[in-house]
């Protein structure tokens, strides 16, 4: 890609961009959120239309105006969202709208026989007529990267595809990928997980405000291997520290206990406590049960047994609303889905929560909203041109930053954060971080849900590893690293366990 320019509306967000991509290759495309990633990629794949530059494969100058003209090139895009359709099975999903018919029988043995080859090309254990419903999300991925390969593609394009993944199933599919790239196919690869990069990418391209700033090869033959570090600092221009991030605090007492809490087919027999002022880490597999476990003490589920205990008196949370009068907040897992409002602007989404604070008599303050919103755009560091404009207009981690400055806005006592820094970059995630400890330092308690074993590493005070829907073990900060939670994620004991019985 040559010169790749693009503006909205005044707004120009590629300055001349440069990109290559060898053949064989997995090349890492970094920078920070609202850098102009997601549109270049969908310059490539026809999405988008570019307003100048030109893009050229082996040396030909190209035209691509529709994802359509993409495909054709070879080029896919696995976009973050995934677009299989649960109701079918893997090869109704492979071949959807590229049906085999004979006239008009559709040669359903044919399709399944294709989906299998290619399946075992992947060297991955599915049967094509498994229900996409009954896949876990690691294999969903897969299924899209077969669907990728059907159209022959050359070079697949992957916008945080391990944004909601753990760490088990992100090895699964980087198994996958290097073997692609042993038959050539070649990859671009975005994402915010540098310890991922560094592992994965053989070379990078980093991007600041639209304009290429660094870029070469991940793993130098012979000399010393780029670092996250290094990486970091191309893209935030300065050099990032999480060693002052954690500091030792006094915690108060227990705030929230829950006894016995269950949830059939969900989780069962928590006991947990969460003081005040603490920052309480909890992590696991997809599918551990964390998520559904904290959606119930927000209210989300009124039908769940045991007991939740709030200053050491029951309380029945039955609703979202009575969460949020009890002072729970909560920020879901599934941005897209759960977390915004997609039809109102970024200031709407952020005062939604607050709304009856801001009420005088009948009216919203428009002016008291605008000065709450103004605090956190600020706080957090949104990047918006204006604030008024619709919530899809920011890039991914931006939206981020808007649902988290949304669960801030009622002030809480609790606030339960699923998977915080999804699709945000290493700068405003260290922000953040600093965010969540200076709340707890003015005594909120939070609760961070992580697949991220680092994530929970860097700012909890104690953590409990969750395994199909019970709390294995409890560590405290000094005892945890990530092989204790990875082998109790995955259902192992400690070996010291034994030793202490
Ligand atoms: N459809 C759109 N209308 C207006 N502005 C847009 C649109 N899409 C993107 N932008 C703006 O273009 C800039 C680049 O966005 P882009 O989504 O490419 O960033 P990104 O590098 O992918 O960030 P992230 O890491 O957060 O996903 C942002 O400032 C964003 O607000
Ligand atoms: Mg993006």
Known sequence: MKGIEKSFDRNQVLHGVDFTLKKGSIHALLGENGTGKTTLMNILGGVLPRDGGRVFIHGEEITITSPHMAAEQGIAFIHQELTLVNDMNIYENL???????????????????????????????????????????????????????????????????????????????????????????????????????????????????GRVVASGSIDNSGQEKISE???????????????????????????????????????????????????????????????????????????????????????????????????????PRNRKENGIVKDLSVSHNMSLPILEKLRNFLFISRKKERQSNEYYVNALNIKVSDINNSILSLSGGNQQKAVLAKALGSLPQIIILDNPTQGVDVGAKLEIYSILMELSKQGVSVVVLSSEAQEILRVCDRIYVMCEGEIRRELSRSEATEEKIMVLATGGTLSDETQTA
């Open 95 to 209: 071949f959807l709208g590229c049906e085999i018919k004979h006239g008009i029988v559709v040669g359903r043995k044919e399709m399944a026989k294709k989906a299998a080859e290619i399946l075992s090309l992947m060297q991955v254990n599915l049967s094509p007529h498994t229900m996409v419903r009954d896949l876990n999300a690691s294999y969903k991925q897969v299924v899209e990267i077969a669907r990728a390969l059907m159209k022959n593609a050359r070079v697949i394009i992957m916008d945080e595809p391990t944004a909601s993944l753990t760490d088990v199933e992100i090895e699964h599919i980087f198994t996958i990928m290097r073997s692609l790239k042993e038959k050539g196919v070649s990859f671009i690869f975005i994402s915010h997980k540098l310890n991922e990069v560094i592992e994965i990418c053989d070379a990078y391209t980093v991007m600041r405000d």
């Open 229 to 331: 570090n290094d990486l970091a600092k191309h893209m935030v221009g300065k050099e990032l520290s999480y060693d002052d991030l954690y500091v030792q605090r006094e915690l108060g007492g227990v705030l929230l206990e829950t006894k016995n809490l269950s949830r059939e087919n969900e989780f069962h027999d928590i006991n947990l406590t969460l003081h005040k002022g603490e920052i309480l880490g909890v992590t696991g597999l997809l599918g551990d049960g964390r998520s559904e476990l904290f959606a119930t003490i927000f209210g989300c589920n009124p039908k769940y047994g045991g007991k939740i205990l709030l200053n050491g008196k029951e309380v029945k949370i039955h609703s979202t609303r009575k969460a949020h009068r009890l002072g729970i907040s909560y920020v």
